[in-house]
């Protein structure tokens, strides 16, 4: 039968044992803090889940089974208001399913993410300002209807130190990145690990964008070029280049080359003496006292008993809705209205990668290298910072932002025996016909290249999370409902970008350039994505954003959380984890300053 079991008082919770969570578990651990960490699922076991599974492509790819299982909590979806949503219940593939479930056990997404890297630009940072500023309320308010923009809190420049400081412990591999990213320039500061070799469409991308005078840089990745000893004693060992770490499956990775928690911070704070890990630990509730401090948290464990953990702080690391959901079931923050566009927790959710509304394809011919999928997850490319953000004029035109074009990847992603971008498998997909179909896949002399140059996804009133009214998860609490959809601010942006992307590749030697057609309307959203932010915004404002630059909770002063669902605004590469290392290290500063000094930091 279960029981109630109560622990007693530490300095600091921390809930979820991710990214942005080890981050803060091993900065509080060190400084001395007895720490807790809580995990709903299990601590991997290096050697026997990684080293013996990782091949299992069914297993993963399609069974996801280092996610969570949706059996147990997922959300529900709708585009709008109107319409009646439903829970999410199976990981499909590709953009007409649900590629992306949750974390599941220490190192949470990113134990199979694809390791994709890159500093948000100084405009991500401040776009409503920049952009008023620069264009006009006018022009913004017919670029995005409707638009929920609000600045960071803190500037690029401010960010800065914070970056260093996690892109050296994490272990991110680049150079600097040209003109367009201040603070690579001219100082002597570069990504701590050179790229991985590139490849040959990498070469051919480089050259030609060089000469259409943008400013190429190579793709940064955290899947380590190079063995390396992080600020916290933790070894990292070289990526051994086999290829598993990305495309639809993303595998795990065994020899912890790819950079998650597991491999970078959790190590060192369970060693530090001051932190305890608990795994098959799901958290359900945050307790408030009048003054809506948090007194303690609440999980079950694998019995099914409920504990009651107290603490001085709390982090929330959950990651996306899962903050946002905990809030709301807890009574912490102020809920958003749709109806009257007020209140904070729940509003400004976006989706980060936008879909490939406007293809550009063509065919490299004998550019050298094979099929095979071998290489690293996402090295070996190029990418320019052009066509993204305000780094080209928009007066006139009717969208904010850009695209972000990068082409070389490895192949990698383990052997994709299994047709992954399709409901139904078809003939051509698997059995004979698809066999058959190898030997010219592996050992091509043509190699197709294409860019989707959809624009950012900026917030809108119209899109919310907040508690679905009809379905629960396996504990009876109200699961959290996402009512998102796709702006025509990301349709505008391929329309004017494609032909620019059609000139990157004819540059390139490419044949066959071809661009899908100008498209007219934004396509619906049926899924959640790894990359969603807004909904629990950090900002200067308590009546837009639920916590101030310290990542800190503007209703309960003992309550911090960073994730990409803290971030007022982003752009639209894949590489959203690499801003929320940067402000893993801020909260961590506010808990710290929090614990000597208690009370409102800002
Ligand atoms: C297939 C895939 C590919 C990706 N590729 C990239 C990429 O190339 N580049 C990039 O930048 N990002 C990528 N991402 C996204 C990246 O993995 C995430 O942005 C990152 O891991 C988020 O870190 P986090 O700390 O916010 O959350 P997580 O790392 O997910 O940590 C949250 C933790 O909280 C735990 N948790 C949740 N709810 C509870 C609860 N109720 N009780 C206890 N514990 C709980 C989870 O189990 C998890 O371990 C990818 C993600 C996926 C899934
Ligand atoms: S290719 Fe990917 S999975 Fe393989 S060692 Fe390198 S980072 Fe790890």
Redesign the pocket.
Known sequence: MSQTINHSSVDVVV????????TVAVELAKAGYKVVG????PHWDFASDFFYTKYDEWGIGFMRKF??NLAI?TATLRNNSNQFALPVRRNTIGYSGQ????????????Q??????GRYGPWVYQTYSDTVSKYGLGFLNNAVPHQDIIDWPMTYEEYMPYYEQWEKMWGVCGTNEGPLLPGFTDSNYSYPLPPPPFTPVGTAFKNATEALGYSPFPGPI?LASQSFVNAYGVGVQQCMYDGWC?GPC?YTCETGAKA??DFRTVPAAISSGNFELRTN????RLDTDSSGKIIDVR?YDEQGNVNIQPGTVFFN????F?IVK?MLNSGVGTPYKPTTATGSLGRGIAMGVPPPVRTVTGILENIGGNGYPCGN??GGAYAIRDLCDDNFDHTGLDFIGGAFPEAGFYPGGGPNNFAFYADQPTPAMIGSTFKASLKDAFLPTKTLAAFAPSGVSPPVTDWYVDLDPHYTDRYGDPLPRLTIDWTMNGVNCANYLAPKCADILTKMGATNVQTTPTVTTASHNPAWQ??MRGGARIGSDPATSVFNKWQQCWTSQNLFS????CKPMGDN??????P?GPM?YVAAEGVKNYLKSPGPLV
Do not use: K, P, Q
């Not at 044992?17 to 080890?22: A, D, K, N, P």
């Not at 809580?38 to 699922?41: A, D, H, I, K, P």
């Not at 590469?573 to 690499?578: E, I, N």
């Open positions: 809930l979820g044992m991710g990214v942005t969570s080890g809580l995990e709903r699922g996610d969570i909590t590629i992306i479930s949750e974390g599941w056990g220490v190192g949470g997404m990113a199979h993410y694809g390791g994709v890297m955290a990305a993303n998650n928690s630990s799901y958290v359900f999980y690391g959950l990651w996306g899962n905990l997850g996402y790894a990359h960073a994730g990409e669902i590469t894949t590489a959203g984890t690499h929320i893993s």
